[in-house]
């Protein structure tokens, strides 16, 4: 429900739009410690963990990049490197924001294989409309980092807070919206998986959705709620 066949959306933008308004960032740059070996190339359902972010950023019509790589991964997607190694996912955020001139960007970490690409088209769909600094999306409540939608307008106070070291990323998000005169948009998974504006594959509730694969304990719970899927071949 929601999302676009792959076949479709792995053409990207059209060849007539020259400035597509959206680009899509896979967040590669973890340091995989406990996982001990690099998880972007972790694999899931026969595939790396890397191949599926992609997947779904193409899947919600997005040209898919990776930002701050941490293995040699250009063969999946378009790589940015990040300007300085080891100043984490905000670094990479940074760094793509940099390295695109569409109005808004979209970070999917890599570690998230479970996230339904009809999210990603619906965050985006919503951060078109109301032109938020950042869109972000809540499950049981709590507030997820990612997989965000963000104004490169933020990017000038996004460094500034990298600069000075405040905190992670939800705060820097926070951060830069409030500079900017708006609030932070949230929106409830549930309440989109109610009105039927988003849907996942394999009928995974959205509580399910979140799993993020740090651990091989977690690759293999992945696995074990991936199966069936067909999103990536």
């Given at each position: ?10 053409r990207?933008?059209a060849?007539?739009d020259?400035?597509?308004?959206a680009a899509?960032f ?5 340091r995989?410690?406990r996982?001990?070996?690099?998880k972007?190339?972790?694999l ?5 963990l890397v ?6 950023l193409?899947?919600?019509?997005l040209?898919?990049s990776?930002a701050?790589?941490r293995s040699?991964?250009a063969?999946?997607a378009?790589?940015?490197e990040?300007f ?6 905000l670094g ?8 695109t001139?569409?109005c ?10 479970l996230?339904?690409?009809s999210?990603i ?9 109301t032109?938020a600094?950042?869109?972000l999306?809540?499950?049981n409540?709590f507030?997820?980092?990612f997989p965000?939608v963000i104004r ?8 500034g807070?990298l600069?000075?070291?405040?905190g992670g990323?939800?705060?820097?998000f ?5 500079r900017?005169g ?5 929106l409830?998974a549930?309440s989109?998986v ?5 849907a996942h ?11 993020n694969v740090?651990?091989?304990?977690d690759l ?5 709620h991936?199966r069936?899927?067909?999103?990536v071949?």
């Amino acid at each position: 429900g929601g999302s676009r066949p792959l076949n479709q959306a792995a053409r990207g933008p059209a060849a007539d739009d020259p400035e597509p308004d959206a680009a899509g960032f896979v967040l590669a740059g973890g340091r995989s410690s406990r996982m001990g070996a690099d998880k972007a190339l972790e694999l899931l359902a026969g595939q790396p963990l890397v191949a599926h972010a992609v997947s779904v950023l193409l899947e919600a019509g997005l040209a898919a990049s990776i930002a701050g790589a941490r293995s040699p991964l250009a063969h999946f997607a378009p790589v940015v490197e990040d300007f300085q190694p080891g100043l984490g996912p905000l670094g990479g955020i940074c760094a793509a924001l940099a390295s695109t001139s569409a109005c808004r960007a979209v970070f999917l970490p890599v570690d998230l294989p479970l996230l339904p690409a009809s999210l990603i088209a619906f965050l985006l769909h919503h951060a078109r409309i109301t032109g938020a600094v950042a869109t972000l999306c809540s499950v049981n409540g709590f507030a997820q980092t990612f997989p965000a939608v963000i104004r490169r307008a933020a990017l000038p106070l996004l460094q500034g807070e990298l600069e000075a070291d405040r905190g992670g990323c939800f705060s820097a998000f926070q951060a830069a919206a409030a500079r900017l005169g708006q609030p932070l948009t949230v929106l409830a998974a549930e309440s989109l998986v109610q009105s039927g504006q988003v849907a996942h594959p394999d009928g995974l509730p959205a509580a399910r959705w979140f799993l993020n694969v740090n651990a091989p304990g977690d690759l293999l719970r992945a696995g074990f709620h991936h199966r069936g899927s067909g999103r990536v071949s």
